[in-house]
């Protein structure tokens, strides 16, 4: 049976960050394990390339939507292809095959008396492309998720009858208890299915770039939601409701790796769009972690993030998955630290599995001219035991997602290796003329490494072929050292350059988090001048909507902020509030400014107006933002 794995598919707002990479290597680690099992394994990935996020964005940089978005979307596909990612489908979802597909699924929902036509009335997080009820935000107004504003959202909307199916997923829930790994976050899934499901609303009005919805129901102004259309892209590569190839079939076992952000739209939309097609539903959902960097989520505005094309030119891909795999335990937030990866670098992949291999080969070469060989490994008898006790529970670690823990176990194969050489000292017994027990010995960590380096092909695939290349074996070599717990009795060894060259210093400037600010801005308390109503009325005040906040380089007190500004446009606005917010919550909010104050440069970078805020004595700012949804441009006075 074939095994079909996804990633999510990659919004393409922003370039790719290494909690993509996380995301995208797990899935090829988890690929390559199958295929070393002897299993098909189908992979798929691809890009999200609708929505408005990614309209507003394309909008920013004032170019044609659909240019950006292959722009991206390359960048993603090359970043893969140089990571050596083995996936077999790429789908994006402005691909044609992909909206006939996904119309397609529209039309079956729709007749099947899935969809119907209401009037939503509710806050939507343009961030996250997600709508909330008032209950669910934070303080009525911030998305719960990510923490931003969100926009109060009236429009008319064809909703999906999700409450509809709320039975049938609970049961399903309880009919297949490990669909969702680790455990612990299927209880979160089944408290928000049994707090009731609300239709969802699927297609929106107020904004272009989607998929129209199909002509069956008739409605021009209307285009489908970005997550519908984003979750059908699983099956449209597979030929669903297009032309291309069907290979459906493939679905019946497919495993979807997905973010914690983004477990709800795949534990409770997928599932019920699925059945609402009366297709299969997935075999398992894996849910991670995030990498955060001083507790906060990695993200481009916020300009904390790490470019895994970075961490690769520096110490290489293998030394970079092995971190993020063997770092944090699936499902888990972890630290990206660079100084952390290199202490596990050098300590288990050059001390441990590298050294071992040194050893080997030296000693080889010098009592036997790298050619070892032996058939009696009695006085090795527990530590053979031992080691097959380890390698006969890997496959539960892997196949159950927890692949630090795979790493942990296998590591012990090999400080077995390094103890039974300290203890059973070859160099000694070659004194005492014992050269066919050293031989065994030898041959015995040749199978160690043997094992070790087929276990580890998934999670570290160049240093792993280096390393069967030495030892003269190759991945079909994987049933018989593995699964039937052999020893091969004799090697041909190649000497190779150092697997894990120590690393002695960092590689990578590290781009930590600009300091926060400590300059506070002047201010007066002294009344001002008295003017008149005429004079005021020079003054052009308008709403405009940040739609983009970013430090401004060599300043730790000033933001750069684009701001929409409606028909007016988008301007770009320096302001000196730093210190006082954090730019990741910035975005969405609504501001004031005066926009025919002169344009100038601050610190080199345009200002073309500036955005009020409160000064209190001690020098903070509070921005000044309507209480109230006000429309972007409408004036102030
Ligand atoms: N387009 C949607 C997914 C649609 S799937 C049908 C999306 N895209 S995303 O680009 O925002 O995120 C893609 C994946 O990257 C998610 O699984 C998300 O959790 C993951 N990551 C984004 N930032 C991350 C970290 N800082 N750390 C780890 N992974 C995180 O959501």
């Known amino acids: 049976m074939t095994k079909y794995i996804t990633t999510p598919i990659y919004y393409v707002n922003d370039i790719p960050h290494i909690g993509h990479a996380y995301t995208t290597i797990l899935c090829d680690m988890f690929k390559k394990y199958q295929i070393l099992k002897g299993n098909e394994c189908i992979l798929l990935t691809g890009t999200d390339e609708h929505g408005q996020k990614i309209e507003n964005s394309a909008k920013l940089k004032n170019i044609d939507i659909k240019a950006y978005a292959d722009e991206i979307s390359s960048t993603f596909r090359s970043l893969w292809d ?123 009005s107020t904004f272009k770039w989607g998929i129209e919805i199909p002509s069956c129901v008739n409605d021009e102004k209307h285009i489908i939601y970005v997550w519908l259309d984003a979750l059908l892209s699983y099956i449209t590569p597979l030929g669903f409701g297009n032309d291309k190839p069907n290979r459906m079939e493939i679905f019946s076992d497919a495993t979807h790796f997905v973010g914690k952000d983004i477990l709800r739209f795949h534990a409770i939309y997928w599932p019920v769009f699925l059945m609402s097609l009366e297709l299969p539903l997935p075999k398992h959902i894996f849910v991670h972690g995030w990498w955060i960097r001083d507790g906060i989520k990695m993200s481009k505005s916020i300009g904390n993030v790490i470019n895994p094309k970075d961490v690769a030119e520096a110490y290489g891909t293998d030394i970079m998955r092995y971190f993020l795999i063997r770092e944090v335990p699936f499902g888990q937030d972890g630290d990206f630290n660079q100084k952390a990866l290199i202490e596990r670098s050098n300590a288990e992949l050059s001390d441990s599995l590298g050294n071992l291999l040194n050893r080997l080969l030296g000693m080889s070469e010098k009592y036997f001219n790298l050619k070892i060989k032996s058939s009696n490994f009695s006085y090795l008898q527990n530590e053979i035991n031992e080691v097959e006790k380890i390698i006969d529970s890997l496959d539960f670690y892997m196949e159950n997602m927890t692949p630090n823990r795979y790493l942990e176990e296998l590591w012990k194969i090999f400080n077995i290796a390094n103890i039974s050489i300290t203890k059973y000292a070859p160099w000694e017994m070659m004194k005492h003329n014992k050269s066919d027990e050293v031989a065994s010995l030898l041959v015995f960590i040749a199978n160690i490494l043997a094992k070790g380096a087929l276990m580890l092909y998934p999670i570290i695939p160049n240093a792993s072929s280096k390393l069967m290349n030495a030892l003269g074996i190759t991945k079909d ?37 600009k300091n926060l600010p400590t300059n506070t801005q002047n201010i007066t308390k002294d009344l001002k001048e008295e003017v008149n109503i005429k004079q005021f009325e020079k003054l052009d005040i308008r709403v405009g909507r940040v739609i983009e906040a970013k430090n401004v380089e060599n300043s730790t007190k000033l933001l750069v902020l684009k701001i929409d500004f409606g ?71």
């Open 82 to 204: 140089s990571f050596d990612i083995a996936y077999d489908y790429y789908v994006r979802t402005t691909d044609d095959y992909h909206s006939v597909g996904v119309k397609r699924a529209f039309e079956i929902m729709f007749e099947k008396g899935d969809i119907y036509k209401g009037y939503y009335e509710g806050n939507y997080c343009i961030s996250c492309e997600t709508f909330f009820t008032k209950r669910q935000l934070v303080d009525e107004l911030h998305c719960p998720d990510c923490g931003k504003r969100t926009s109060p959202l009236k429009e008319e909307s064809y909703f999906f009858r999700l409450s509809k199916y709320e039975d049938r997923l609970l049961e399903w829930y309880k009919e297949n208890p490990n669909v969702i790994l680790p455990l612990h976050k299927k209880n979160e899934v089944i408290k928000f299915i049994e707090n009731g499901l609300s239709d969802l609303s699927i297609t929106r």
């Open 477 to 513: 070599d994987f049933t018989n050292l593995i699964t039937k717990n052999n020893l091969l009795t004799s090697f041909a060894l190649e000497k190779i350059p150092p697997l894990f060259p120590k690393i002695e210093s960092p590689k990578m400037q590290d781009n930590v988090l």
């Open 567 to 637: 028909n007016l446009g988008v301007r770009q606005i320096v302001s000196g509030i730093a210190k006082f917010y954090k730019i990741e919550l910035l975005e969405n909010t609504l501001v004031c400014a005066i926009i025919n104050l002169k344009p100038s440069k601050i610190l080199g970078v345009l200002s073309e107006g500036m955005i009020l805020s409160a000064s209190s004595e001690d020098g903070k700012l509070t921005l000044i933002s309507p209480k109230d949804e006000a429309e972007v441009g409408s004036k102030v006075s």
